[in-house]
């Protein structure tokens, strides 16, 4: 079973910036498109607390001089 996609429309980051998220179901995550928190799903449940987001090693603000520190 995947995500419901009316579900998919309208969840975003629970962060202040609330952008939209993409999912990838082969990983089982959820992907902020500003901040790139990476938010896993359990069961077919995204978990959207922030406290348990990982931050995707190439997320969407990162430059290279920043890869470089």
Known sequence: MALDPQLL?????PDTHRAPLSYDAGAGTLTCTECGREFRVEDDI????????RTAPSGPHRTDQEEDR
């Open 9 to 13: 429309e309208i969840i975003t980051c």
């Open 46 to 53: 995204p978990v959207m607390l922030l406290d348990e987001a």
